[in-house]
């Protein structure tokens, strides 16, 4: 499938190819999935590499996001004559403006930086006729299928694909050394646990991620990943526990750090802290790991 692409590329059947991105797929690129079978030809989460690079040289007859986040359908402009499917609960980010906006949920006075990064870097071109699928749904291509995967967490409406012949294209859960991520006001940390343990049940030759570890091909290699990428979470818990040894705001915990490095600063960064801070916090409560103090601070209970 050289033909498709003139970055890097890898094959991994004679059906799917990997379009390597900008520094191995490193935000705010990522490796999208071409899939071609005798009838179709699709596009997985066609990344801001994908605009660099002028689309493709083939046709495309469909854009599959896995979900509604600026990176994963940052080059879905290059295809305006292809339908576009992404989860019926993502939909909305798809839509329009408002709705990319409502997924991740912004503090009010970071809004109008996030819909300008949104259009001026992620090229964000509303596609009101998109297509909502479901868990399960399965696109036939002609002698290939893809099989959309509900993974949520990350989003509500964030999916994998299973792809006939042995390749996992699992998204977001990209098993990087950032760990899950939940930031977002349409994130969910049950549900991103719920679908980590989903997708260890997945057996492929391939698993493939958006972003930096690209193409796993060992079964045990992509478990030992998964694994070390699930205890980021149990970590971050208890770090936030430790501090919360003393009285502590939510304004307190985001400037402390715990999902970026101390003294990170981005448009996301405040906001992914808050919303990280507020999902664990209810966590605690439910263990009673944590007492609220009348003054609106947070307190860990004595053991």
Excluded: C
């Excluded at 509604?68 to 992404?86: C, L, Q, S, T, Y």
């Excluded at 909502?132 to 990350?154: C, I, N, R, Y």
């Excluded at 694909?161 to 990209?174: C, N």
Aim: negative net charge; hydrophobic residues 40%.
């Amino acid at each position: 499938m050289e033909d498709l692409w003139t970055g890097e590329s890898r094959a991994l059947t004679d059906s799917v190819s990997v379009l390597v991105g900008a520094e191995g797929g490193k935000y705010p690129s990522g490796n999208s999935l071409v899939i071609r079978g005798a009838g179709e030809s699709v596009i997985v989460d066609p990344s801001v590499s994908v605009v660099a690079q002028g689309g493709l040289s083939v046709r495309v007859d469909a854009v599959l996001n896995s979900h509604g986040h600026e990176d994963h359908i940052a080059g879905n402009k290059m295809f305006p004559d292809a339908r576009v499917h992404v989860h019926h609960q993502d939909l909305p980010a798809l839509q329009s403006l408002e709705g990319m906006l409502e997924v991740q949920g912004p503090i009010p006075q970071e809004r109008e930086a996030l819909a300008r990064l949104f259009v001026e870097e992620f090229f964000y071109s509303p596609r009101p006729d998109a297509h909502g699928f479901s868990d399960g749904d399965v696109f036939d291509l002609g002698g290939v299928t893809v099989e959309a995967v509900h993974l949520p967490g990350h989003t509500r409406g964030h999916s994998g694909f299973r792809v006939s012949g042995g390749v996992f294209f699992l998204s977001d859960i990209d098993l990087s050394g950032f760990g899950p991520y939940y930031g977002d006001t349409w994130s969910d940390l049950d549900q991103f646990e719920s679908s980590i343990n989903q997708v260890r049940n997945e057996e492929a030759d391939f698993y493939v991620t958006f972003h930096h570890k690209g193409v796993i091909e060992s079964r045990e290699e992509f478990l030992r990943l998964l694994d070390a990428f699930e205890a980021a979470i149990p970590r971050r818990h208890q770090a936030m526990l430790e501090f919360l040894s003393e009285p502590r705001t939510i304004a307190d915990m985001v400037r402390h750090r715990f999902i970026y490095r101390p003294g990170a600063q981005s448009v996301f960064a405040d906001r992914v802290e808050a919303r990280s801070a507020e999902l664990h916090l209810d966590r605690m409560r439910k263990r009673g790991e944590i007492e609220d103090l009348p003054d609106g601070r947070v307190k860990a209970t004595t053991p």
